[in-house]
């Protein structure tokens, strides 16, 4: 028995003022600024510690900004929008009324809810940290955790592999947590030798920053070697040393005389069990709980030998900081050790300051491998005269997503908290279900803690180790069986580190209306199901219904009947979208075009097309099924009997009735049809770079697929990003290396139920394209399970093949056997043509093949000089009309090609591409002999005898020449080239950026008038070495003439991050000619959008008769990265939206003006600008200091000061400027302020939470698309009956004609009734009032679903001097 000391300390820091101290630009001073010291509280959250801000003229221009600031620190759902005194009896809606050192809270509704400031002002609370940290760790050092982010430890003890002795302590702070790749190279410094890989101390890998966030304390830090078992004992190393004179106990810097006060120190006695194997070897920790905080975890260990011993008693003083009456303990362990399971018996505190004593009878396994397998356990105190809390079982319901590659197999962690703290991080691990976290399953779990009251939020998150490892969660649903709450915490998001924001923890907060939640996940699905479903009612499209009740399809008769009893084939159950907006469609009978599908009170009936009756809405559920629901009425839907007979729900009963239709287009796999196989929502069938396949891909470019139909009801699918590459079934593997022989042949299956297709191998019958849980594909059995069902979608309609041209399977395999010689193909130097592709690049030996006289029929002699060649020799055809290649040069035999003086000749098939004017010919530089030195290529017509000849004599070599292993060759008529041979000058500017310059290789592609040069090699620079930091290097691209310049293509081909390139931009000369084409880049190869790595990028040509100059302050922070956006008005048009750039791409940074060339032809003369942004990226927000235009032919030049910030939390929140012009015999216009009168209806519902957006149309122009961001007269917008007064800035708009009125459908309840707009103006001379009735919905459910309106001008009322006039 011992009595070791064990401190604990928790500094409480005041929070820092949001005010900042204005530069001192100006040295007279005027009034002195009078600063507000407020603090602002969380409405019914007292766990929420509060936010401290200094309030002054200086930092909160308006109240709003004061809102959206606040916004950004209390985490309300919605954001801050309401203010109010702290029993919320009263709501501040002016900065004058907030008092210097009160206390407010914040919501985002009118509702509040009280708080306790007393106990919501003692902070840290303890459910803020999550995790155990040490108590010796410094208290002031602690990082700051993310928002949504457990709390990290206050600092790290980083061993190095190998050695426990050295050993090093790192404060995670932002500078060193900035990325996993920051902090390896942080620790690299500490540790002074290479750190490369991190591990937990018992062996586990730590692979990213969140796994250190949640990791205990301590890390291994190692090099490229594999862990190295030792003593790594975190506390060991965490004790202070004892010197001569100073006590045990140590107190923070300048803060001993104060924390002395406020501690007391208690005496911890456990009793270990005298159990067989009730001692633990691993590490014990204890947090005590008061009314006012936690303690941090306190390690519990001595100096003098092994703690915890069976039927052994450990005695501890511990020093823990004024947390109040204490009221429950949590104590665990870190489950390290060789055996660390433990059994406790009693634990026994006695405060030595207060003298009271807490007696807690634990009799408690904390072990994985006993009872409920948790490793810590909560025990609530007895105080007199106080109740004691329960300890409650908490029923946790976890939903994983229904995504494919949905669940993970990494370790998942949740922390529940409320009104009476929280409970710790614990691991969810032992659920009813045989695995954890599976696609589309909700595993239950039971999580014992101190009763916690009322629930507030929740922390999950997951470890990042293993396999798989991301996850997409649903929702979390926790029953509290003490009070019989149900609480759900909706997610519905990524929490992957290569998904979404990338992270692998959320925050998130309760929902105790479970109707609500269930409303607002029925709404989420189904928005979801229309974006994947809504591209079959494109005009056009011709559609089948299917009726699942009855079996059958619908139909509509020539009498005017429907039922719903018709087959697949029955001519009268065709119907043709004819109309489309939104989702409300005119449906006309494929068959008798004056027929449409219509509802008439209620009846299914066949009507005129047009007739308002025939226009129907498509409402989606989530089983992909729609109802057809009458535009006109709604309410009135398409349903059917058992029978197949018009019914409604009155007369049948809703058992028998049917109002659910599975949607069916004809013509999906025609032949040349690019399709998106889509497995779910917002997945599809991707072929993978190693050529496997996924069902987890995008549902972008990379998934599309080519249908090649061999027979009726039988097709291929080639992948269209990767061309001459095939879904096949092979030897039970399922993948995309097909070649287009039998095993890629599929029969279509199409599933009545879902509209799904099924892809059966016509090779190995019974065997189908499937998808394993995480995704990969298979070659599965038919089950009728969603694992073998692909919802297809149309990217490109396909053509009828004429009668008797389909190919037999035997044929096809002859076509590709035949094209098999074209394998290879020049590396990286695909053909890129805005020109039709022609498909038929068959080459065939001369001598071995079967001359077919056709008009596409070409023999092609190829004349090496005095070096041949055994690389592999590529050649392209361009015509007036497309283009074919790349056709790989290649014999069916042995014998060798391109020996020197040899002519080799080839029989080529050149579809559709008109007359030839130019071919490229190359090779790819493999082998022994890359050298070529190519004489001459002939083409010879097969059927007319036409010939053009190719005088070459040139090298093709990287080190004969000018470095080129491509070369192009105009066709020569009458001695004369028809278009030159061009050798554009390129230079290439790398980047002034840190590590901007590579060692790749970088390839480029320019595109003109007349085609394009193909992918070229950037090979012999006139610099020593390549694409160094800063450098322009200048290079040599010869090509026929490609006309004027549109755009080039740029890839770089890097292995890895250390590799990447930054290009400045690409100028490209033409001699003997004043063009220069400036294509701008400022980005980083490869690049990552929408979680693809891209290697190449397109640049288009910045060309235009004005330059544009937008010159950014030089103030702190002034740089955006948002989208920013131009208009120029001219008397004849407006040329917007043009867009300039983002600031994601190094565009807008402080004090730099950014320079645009812009085409302003025929818009007559300018009268006004309108700039703005999109408020995306971190830091949208933008101080524009001034806009220069200038003609670039006749030098007018126009200057546009701006001076302002551009920001939604800066004075009045608009995003968008506009500037008046003066004309050469006019006065500029005058900026008038509008002001804007909403009134929103009085039935229920009619208030709205989105975003309103409002366009002023008038006689000269109008003002753009603006949100009606902050009301003058309300804090909270849109309610109920409620006018809401905005006013916005624009250039004069002349007598108003009409408003365009929106909102984006965000928030709950985001459906508007709006009653009528008034817009009041005001200028020097005169004043308009104009009315704009409306009396609709904007509700996308409701009404006619629209959420956009165009409202006209019923009458206006202006004055001017002494005289009036009304205008109806």
């Known amino acids: 028995m011992s009595d070791t000391p064990s401190t604990g300390f928790s500094m409480i820091h005041p929070t820092s003022s949001e005010g900042q101290v204005p530069s001192p630009r100006h040295l007279s001073l005027t009034h002195p600024v009078v600063a507000k010291r407020i603090s602002f509280y969380k409405s019914g959250d007292p766990q929420f510690g509060g936010v401290r801000v200094v309030v002054n003229p200086r930092s909160f221009k308006s109240f709003d900004a004061l809102l959206d600031n606040l916004s950004r620190k209390v985490p309300l759902p919605f954001g801050v929008r309401n203010i109010s005194t702290p029993r919320g009896r009263h709501s501040i809606t002016r900065l004058e009324e907030l008092e210097d050192g009160e206390s407010y809270l914040c919501s985002h509704g009118r509702k509040v809810q009280p708080v306790d400031l007393d106990k919501a002002r003692r902070r840290p609370r303890p459910w803020l940290s999550s995790r155990a940290v040490s108590t010796h760790a410094p208290p002031h050092s602690a990082a700051v955790a993310a928002p949504g982010m457990p709390r990290a430890p206050r600092s790290l003890v980083v061993f190095r592999n190998g050695d426990p002795k050295t050993r090093r302590a790192v404060l995670l702070s932002r500078k060193v947590t900035q990325s996993f790749e920051a902090f390896l190279q942080h620790l690299t410094e500490v540790m002074q030798r290479p750190v490369v890989k991190l591990y937990a101390t018992d062996g586990r890998r730590v692979p990213s920053l969140q796994a250190v966030i949640l990791s205990s304390g301590a890390v291994v830090a190692a090099g490229r070697e594999p862990f190295k078992p030792g003593n790594y004992d975190i506390q060991k190393y965490l004790l202070p040393a004892r010197l001569p004179g100073i006590s045990q106990r140590v107190y923070p810097k300048g803060n001993g005389k104060s924390e002395s006060r406020k501690s007391s120190k208690w005496k911890v006695f456990i009793i270990t069990s005298d159990l067989p194997d009730a001692g633990t070897s691993s590490q014990i920790y204890i947090i005590l709980y008061g009314q006012h905080r936690s303690s941090a975890p306190i390690y519990l260990y001595g100096t003098d030998g092994a703690r915890f011993q069976d039927g052994h008693q450990d005695i501890f003083t511990i020093t823990v900081g004024d947390i109040g009456r204490l009221f429950k303990i949590r104590i665990g362990h870190t489950n390290s050790g060789q055996s660390p399971s433990w059994h406790c018996k009693e634990i026994h505190l006695h405060n030595m300051t207060s003298g009271k004593q807490f007696y807690v009878p634990v009799q408690r396994w904390l072990a994985r491998d006993r009872e409920d397998g948790e490793i810590c356990r909560e025990f609530p105190l007895l105080s007199k005269g106080q109740p004691v809390l329960p300890v409650t079982i908490y029923e946790v319901n976890v939903a994983t997503g229904e995504l494919w590659n949905a669940g993970t197999t990494a370790n998942v962690y949740i922390s529940i908290h409320g009104e009476k703290g929280d409970t710790g991080s614990r691991k969810l691990f032992r659920s009813k279900s045989a695995f954890n976290f599976l696609r589309g399953q909700t595993d239950t779990f039971f999580l014992e803690a101190v009763h916690l009251g009322h629930l507030c939020k929740i922390v999950i998150g997951h470890d990042g180790l293993g396999p798989g490892n991301g996850w997409f969660l649903d929702d979390v649903v926790i029953k509290d069986p003490t009070t019989n709450y149900e609480y759900t915490f909706f997610c519905h998001r990524w929490l992957d580190q290569g998904e979404d924001d990338c992270k692998i923890v959320r925050e998130l907060y309760a929902r105790d209306n479970s109707i609500f939640s269930a409303r607002q996940k029925l709404e989420v699905k189904r928005k979801e199901t229309w974006a994947a479903e809504s591209w079959k009612f494109t005009k056009g499209n011709t559609l089948q219904f299917y009726n699942k009740l009855t079996g059958g399809f619908v139909r509509l008769h020539p009498d005017g009947t429907v039922d719903a009893i018709g087959d697949k084939t029955d001519k009268y159950g065709f119907f043709d979208v004819i109309f489309n907006k939104g989702n409300i469609c005119i449906f006309q009978s494929h068959e008798m075009r004056h027929f449409s599908l219509a509802l008439d009170n209620g009846i299914v009936t066949g009507m005129v097309s047009g007739e308002a009756t025939t226009e129907l809405r498509v409402l989606y559920q989530p089983n992909r099924c729609a109802l057809l629901e009458s535009a006109l009425v709604p309410g009135h839907t398409v349903a059917f009997d058992r029978r197949g007979k018009i019914a409604d729900e009155s007369s049948t009963g809703y058992a028998n009735l049917s109002k659910e239709f599975v949607i069916f287009v004809k013509g999906v796999f025609l032949n040349s049809a690019v399709v998106l196989l889509a497995t779910s929502l917002c997945q599809a069938l991707c072929l993978q770079p190693d050529g496997s396949c996924t069902g987890v891909g995008s549902q972008s470019e990379k998934s599309y697929w080519k249908v090649h139909k061999i027979s009726p009801g039988i097709c291929m699918f080639e992948s269209m990003k990767n061309a001459q590459m095939y879904l096949r079934i092979k030897d039970g593997w399922c993948d995309g290396t097909g070649t287009g022989d039998v095993s890629c042949h599929f029969k279509i299956k199409e599933n009545l139920e879902n509209a799904s297709v099924s892809l059966e191998s016509t090779k190995s019958p019974g065997l189908f394209v499937g998808l394993q849980s995480d995704g990969q594909a298979k070659p599965m059995i038919y089950t009728k399970d969603t694992n073998v069902c692909f919802y297809p979608q149309v990217i490109q309609f396909g053509r009828e093949n004429p009668m008797g041209m389909y190919a037999t399977p035997s ?111 190359g090779h790819d530089g493999t082998s022994g002999q890359p050298n070529w030195n190519l004489q001459k290529v002939t083409m010879q017509h097969t059927k007319s005898k036409k010939i053009l000849d190719f005088a070459a004599n040139m090298w093709l070599s990287q080190i004969q020449a000018d470095g080129d292993i491509v070369h192009e060759l105009p066709v020569v008529k009458e001695g004369q080239a028809i278009f030159p041979l061009v050798r554009y000058q390129v230079d290439v500017y790398t980047g002034q950026l840190k590590h901007a310059e590579t060692e790749s290789s970088v390839f480029l592609c320019l595109f003109g008038e007349r085609g394009d040069s193909g992918l070229r090699l950037l090979h012999k620079s006139n610099m020593p070495v390549k694409f160094q930091r800063g450098q322009i290097d200048t290079f040599q691209v010869a090509a026929v003439s490609l006309g004027k310049l549109q755009k080039v293509l740029l890839r770089c081909e890097a292995s890895d991050k250390s590799k990447y390139w930054y290009c400045e931009k690409v100028v490209v000369r033409e001699p003997g000619t004043t063009a220069e084409y400036v294509f701008t880049c400022q980005r980083w190869l490869p690049f990552m959008s929408q979680g693809i790595i891209h290697s190449e990028i397109e640049l288009h040509l910045q060309d235009g008769d004005w330059k544009v100059t937008i010159v950014t302050g030089d103030h702190e922070n002034a740089g955006t990265t948002a989208t920013v956006f131009l208009y120029v008005y001219g008397e004849t048009k407006c040329s917007g939206p043009i867009i300039l750039g983002s600031g994601k791409h190094q565009l807008f940074n402080p004090n730099t003006a950014d320079i645009f060339k812009i085409n302003l032809k025929d818009i007559g003369e300018i009268y006004k600008i309108r700039i703005g942004h999109d408020n995306t990226g971190k830091n949208p927000r933008w101080y524009l200091e001034e806009v220069i235009l200038e003609n670039i032919a006749t030098y007018e030049r126009f200057c546009f000061p701006v001076d302002s910030w551009i920001a939604e939390n800066e004075n009045d929140g608009d995003l968008w400027k506009e500037i008046p012009i003066m004309g050469t015999k006019r006065a500029p216009l005058p900026v008038v302020l509008y002001e804007i009168h909403t009134y929103t209806g009085t039935m229920p519902g009619a208030e709205t939470e989105s975003n309103v957006f409002i366009n002023l149309i008038g006689t000269r122009g109008d003002s753009g698309k603006r949100r009606l961001h902050h009301s003058k007269n309300n804090e909270i917008k849109f309610q109920r009956g409620q006018v809401d007064i905005f006013s916005i800035k624009a250039v004069s708009l002349g007598k108003l004609k009409k408003v365009l009125v929106s909102h984006d459908g965000t928030g709950p309840g985001n459906g508007w009734f709006l009653g009528s707009i008034v817009v009041k103006s005001e200028d020097e001379d005169s004043s308009e009032e104009v009315l704009f009735p409306c009396n609709r919905w904007l509700d996308e459910y409701r009404d006619d679903g629209k959420t956009q309106r165009e409202l006209l001008a019923e009458c206006s009322h202006s004055t001017g001097g002494q005289t009036g006039s009304v205008v109806s």
């Open 811 to 921: 044929q096809e395999e002859e076509k590709i056997h035949e094209s098999k010689t074209q394998k290879k193909i020049l590396a990286g130097s695909e053909a890129r043509s805005p020109l039709p592709s022609s498909t038929a690049k068959e080459v065939r030996h001369f001598q071995n093949s079967e001359t077919l006289l056709s008009e596409d029929e070409w023999k092609v002699l190829v004349l090496t000089g005095n070096t041949g060649t055994q690389a592999n020799v590529t050649l392209w055809v361009y015509g007036d009309e497309g283009v074919t290649g790349p056709i790989s040069l290649q014999k069916d035999s042995s014998e060798q090609l391109f020996l020197p003086g040899q002519e080799d000749e080839f029989q080529v098939e050149l579809r559709s591409i008109g007359n030839i004017y130019k071919i490229r010919i």
